[in-house]
């Protein structure tokens, strides 16, 4: 079955406390990016990689971090997350402008 | 800026009556519409699409609409079910196969059996 999977899907942290949120594809797609989705602003792409070891920042890049090493997989780091930062985040990988989106992971930095 | 745009952030329907979404667009580059459903607890999931050289694309009871010169689509759903309670979500690519998905603000529609 072709899935997107994201871990974990809650979390709940501390201002400053470095954390990663896992992403992994079986789809084997070249595109994968992240996503967070706030009240009143939709979707914003964060940050996406067209393959591996190439990324790229999206429009709300600020704070975030990620890595390429493998295809299947696309981490988003945050170093040291800020009240601003809680929201729910999605990763997707695409084929074509066809998006496929994990199941999401909502994150409260307090 | 926002370059894709759903004005009405909630929309309550009748079971059986038809429900319409809307979607505005600014960028005259998008040539790509897609419009995404999703449910709580759960990833957006890819519902239809339309390319710009089409006005009317149609997918059982889900038709979109793109009227270019008004740079608007919609969405149709009829007749609306209790299962189409969800979020739904416009996107916009330019350049088919460029893959970057601007996403509007979504619109939440209930329906109401």
């Known amino acids: 079955e072709a899935q997107v999977t994201q871990n974990p899907r809650y979390l709940i942290t501390v201002t400053g406390k470095k954390l990663t949120v896992t992403c992994s594809q079986n789809m084997n797609h070249e595109y994968m990016s992240w996503y967070r989705q706030d009240p009143g602003l939709g979707l914003r792409q964060i940050y996406y990689s067209m393959n591996v070891e190439v990324t790229d920042k999206g429009d709300v890049p600020e704070g975030y971090k990620v890595s390429r090493k493998e295809k299947r997989n696309f981490p988003l780091i945050l170093e040291s997350p800020s009240p601003n930062q809680t929201s729910l985040y999605f990763c997707?990988?695409?084929?074509?402008?066809?998006?496929?989106f994990g199941q999401g992971t909502r994150l409260t930095v307090v | 800026d926002q370059q894709v745009k759903q004005n009405s952030p909630s929309l309550s329907v009748q079971e059986g009556r038809i429900s319409i979404l809307n979607c505005d667009y600014t960028n005259s580059m998008f040539d790509y519409f897609l419009w995404y459903k999703k449910y709580p607890a759960e990833g957006p999931t890819f519902l239809i699409s339309?390319?710009?050289?089409?006005d009317k694309n149609e997918d059982g009871r889900f038709t979109v609409f793109l009227n270019k010169s008004a740079k608007h689509l919609s969405l149709h759903i009829v007749p609306s079910q209790p299962g189409d309670s969800a979020v739904y979500f416009c996107a916009a690519v330019s350049n088919f196969g460029n893959e970057k998905l601007t996403f509007g603000t979504g619109t939440r529609l209930t329906i109401i059996p």
């Open positions: 997707a990988t695409s084929r074509g402008s066809e998006a496929f």
């Open positions: 339309i390319s710009s050289i089409k």
